[in-house]
């Protein structure tokens, strides 16, 4: 009987990252909020005022999950009245390039 060395482990899945991309396809608003703030819309009045069908809870809600996982950061303005914007963080811009590259793959898929 031969006795090698195994040489690979057992790889598994990216746990978190795996959630992440779940999460973010699962919600039917975060790509079009990243569309939104690469047009440089990125105060939540404006988002919902530019997009149909889109209310201020579903928007919070996408918002909040966002900036949880990294992708969004909040900026509050100590102004009166208070207005708040949101941008895209360095992770973010990362990830979104993972996106547009998931894009590409079922692009070529359906093709």
């Not at 040489?7 to 999460?23: G, H, I, Y």
């Not at 819309?41 to 997009?51: A, F, T």
């Not at 990294?70 to 949101?86: A, C, D, M, W």
């Amino acid at each position: 009987m031969n006795t090698k060395e195994k040489l690979f482990a057992r790889k598994s899945a990216p746990e978190k990252s795996a959630r992440m991309v779940e999460t973010i396809y699962g919600c039917k608003w975060s790509l079009t909020v990243y569309q939104l703030l690469a047009n440089n819309i990125n105060r939540p009045g404006e988002m919902v005022k530019s997009v149909d069908g889109l209310s201020t809870k579903v928007l919070n809600q996408c918002l909040k999950k966002n900036i949880e996982f990294g992708i969004l950061n909040k900026i509050n303005y100590p102004e009166i009245p208070p207005r708040v914007e949101y941008e895209v963080t360095e992770f973010g811009q990362k990830f979104m390039r993972i996106l547009d590259d998931i894009e590409k793959l079922q692009n070529e898929i359906d093709a």
